[in-house]
């Protein structure tokens, strides 16, 4: 079983940055995909993918509405997944969640992932 435990999420003034966290613990964290998805009140059957990394982190994926303003990255020793978030929006408010799964193909598909964190919240205030 893995248990994932996200942190950092806040308010933040559009424009603004955060940086959230993610620590995976149970298992070997090299082994697993990582992700993060996002979901808006009101729209509890949406979750939106975010960003993806590769077990290696040699490969990553964003959603359209984040490109170039959000990175993904992973430190394996620290056993830890990062997501930077710069230029937020209001829009880009929600509960953030961290995701994996054990096989090595980084997917937009949130029923792909076996293990999810409790969430984050992220609010953007104009």
């Known amino acids: 079983q893995v248990q994932l435990v996200e942190s950092g999420g806040g308010l933040v003034q559009a424009g603004g940055s955060l940086r959230l966290s993610c620590a995976p613990s149970g298992r070997t964290f090299s082994n697993y995909v990582m992700a993060w998805f996002r979901q808006v009140p009101g729209k509890e059957r949406e979750r939106e993918f975010v960003a993806g990394i590769k077990n290696s982190g040699s490969y990553t994926s964003y959603g359209d509405s984040v490109k170039g303003r959000f990175t993904i990255s992973r430190d394996n020793a620290k056993n830890t997944v990062y997501l930077q978030m710069n230029s937020l929006k209001p829009e880009d408010t929600a509960v953030y969640y961290c995701?994996?799964?054990?096989?090595?193909?980084?997917?937009?598909?949130?029923?792909?992932?076996?293990?999810w964190g409790q969430g984050t919240q992220v609010t953007v205030s104009s």
């Open positions: 995701a994996a799964k054990a096989t090595m193909v980084v997917v937009s598909k949130d029923s792909l992932y076996p293990y």
